[in-house]
């Protein structure tokens, strides 16, 4: 059973920068595809961001230009760097791996068997 647990979060006014991290448990990181998804209060759970296991990105278009993503596969651990922030993205962020690659539905929830608590992102005006 994979865990993962995300940490970062907290409050950075607009026009400045956060980096969350996610820490899993278990073996055979390398393996998994990562991603970030975003939930803010009413609304629905959204992409931001993934990595599959061999590399390839994707982004949200939103914050094409200002999100990065990365892994570091030693450390079982991948992160959000995020610049350039907005109020409207303060929300909870959430880390997710499936095992493999996920697809075309790379950017669904559903796609994602594991998931982290989620971290608070706080972005003042």
């Known amino acids: 059973q994979v865990q993962l647990a995300e940490s970062g979060g907290g409050l950075v006014q607009a026009g400045g920068s956060l980096r969350l991290s996610c820490v899993a448990s278990?073996?055979?990181?390398?393996?998994?595809?990562v991603a970030w998804f975003r939930q803010a209060p009413g609304k629905e759970r959204e992409f931001v961001a993934s990595?599959?296991?061999?590399?390839?990105?994707a982004f949200e278009d939103s914050v094409k230009g200002r999100f990065a993503i990365s892994r570091d596969n030693f450390r079982n651990t991948w992160y959000l760097q995020m610049n350039s922030l907005r109020p409207e993205e303060t929300a909870v962020y959430y880390c997710?791996?499936?095992?493999?690659?996920?697809?075309?539905?790379?950017?669904?929830?559903?796609?994602?068997?594991?998931w982290g608590q989620g971290t608070q992102v706080t972005v003042s005006s």
């Open positions: 990595l599959r296991n061999d590399g390839l990105s």
């Open positions: 997710a791996a499936v095992y493999g690659e996920p697809g075309i539905n790379y950017y669904r929830a559903y796609v994602y068997d594991y």
């Open positions: 278990g073996r055979s990181f390398s393996l998994y595809s």
